[in-house]
């Protein structure tokens, strides 16, 4: 099984910082990799596909990058609305896809 | 808009059945593969199970292999998800998502329903 390990596992920010999170994958997955957002209560959202695709209708603020087994999502400038819980996933062992542990981002 | 909407959930004894569904709308149902995903409290995303789009394959996590069994009714827009021989680990909040056409990895989700496996 692919394992896919997400750092930090919980970020304290403020408003307007730049942040970083990385997923790394236990073997090369190309650019088989999502980044998705979940907040308590609600479904969870796809922002990044195909490593650095960006989701229609997600800011651009967010970006993704990447390949192989090192990913990194970049969020150019908190807004209060991103204070959540990001996840990646790897389907490039499809059909069992996997998800990061998860990265909990809070406010500073 | 894609909409998915689940039910079905609630309480059920250890070794006890539920059955989930999802119903959805905006979109072509019967076009797109369709996956399980749920969230135990206090921890992380797990895929549960995929079919394909005219039900021809059907995969599971080795965690419900053999007690899960996926289906769905196109005519009626509908996912489901059988669930027997329920453990305590089984209790969660499972989410219906559709499949990235062509991607491989769910673009739309559902809110989710709650799953708890108690005597």
């Known amino acids: 099984d692919i394992q896919m390990t997400q750092s930090p596992s919980s970020l304290s920010a403020s408003v307007g910082d730049r942040v970083t999170i990385t997923c790394r994958a236990s073997?090369?997955?190309?650019?088989?990799l999502g980044w998705y957002q979940k907040k308590p209560g609600k479904a969870p959202k796809r922002l990044i596909y195909a490593a650095s695709g960006l989701q229609s209708g997600v800011p651009s603020r967010f970006s993704g990058s990447g390949f192989g087994t090192e990913f990194n999502l970049t969020i150019s400038s908190l807004q209060p609305d991103d204070f959540a819980t990001y996840y990646c996933l790897q389907h490039s062992s499809y059909p069992s896809i996997t998800f990061g542990q998860g990265t909990r981002l809070e406010i500073k | 808009e894609v909409q998915l909407v689940e039910s079905g959930g609630g309480v059920a004894p250890p070794g006890g059945s539920l059955r989930l569904s999802c119903e959805g709308s905006?979109?072509?149902?019967?076009?797109?593969?369709m996956n399980w995903v749920r969230q135990a409290p206090g921890k992380g995303l797990e895929w549960v199970s995929s079919i394909s789009s005219r039900s021809a394959k059907t995969y599971y996590a080795d965690s419900v292999v053999g007690r899960f069994t996926i289906s769905r009714d196109n005519a009626k827009n509908s996912l489901f998800l059988q669930m027997n021989g329920l453990r305590d680990e089984d209790t969660a909040v499972y989410y219906c998502?559709?499949?990235?056409?062509?991607?491989?990895?769910?673009?739309?989700w559902g809110q989710g329903t709650l799953v708890t496996v108690s005597s």
């Open positions: 998502a559709r499949e990235g056409y062509g991607d491989y990895q769910p673009d739309y």
């Open positions: 073997q090369g997955i190309r650019n088989d």
């Open positions: 905006g979109f072509s149902f019967g076009t797109y593969s």
